[in-house]
């Protein structure tokens, strides 16, 4: 069985850093979807990066040129370095791997 957990969330000030980590275990990585969702309170679920099953990168808009995602192969390991981090940043923040998902970790940025 797949299992996601997420880590590296917490609190920051505006304009810090975090960066996010999710260990993928049951199975090897493989050319499939991963990245990260994030859901503020009253908002919709937004993707927020992602590689594509070609290993495409991509980010949505609000966090171009702020956040990059990474992973390694090697170790099933999923990251999220999140700088020049915002308020409107606040959110649960989960990863997912093909149709699995973590449980979710909480990142609030104070202004």
């Known amino acids: 069985q797949v299992q996601l957990v997420e880590s590296g969330g917490g609190l920051v000030q505006a304009g810090g850093s975090l960066r996010l980590s999710c260990a993928v275990s049951?199975?090897?990585?493989?050319?499939?979807?991963m990245g990260w969702y994030r859901q503020a309170p009253g908002k919709q679920r937004e993707l927020v990066a992602s590689?594509?099953?070609?290993?495409?990168?991509n980010y949505v808009d609000s966090v171009k040129g702020r956040f990059t995602i990474s992973r390694d192969n090697s170790k099933n390991w999923l990251y999220l370095q999140m700088d020049s981090l915002k308020p409107e940043d606040t959110a649960v923040y989960y990863c997912?791997?093909?149709?699995?998902w973590g449980q979710g970790t909480q990142v609030t940025v104070s202004s």
């Open positions: 997912f791997y093909a149709r699995y």
């Open positions: 049951g199975r090897g990585f493989s050319i499939n979807p």
């Open positions: 590689f594509g099953s070609g290993g495409s990168i």
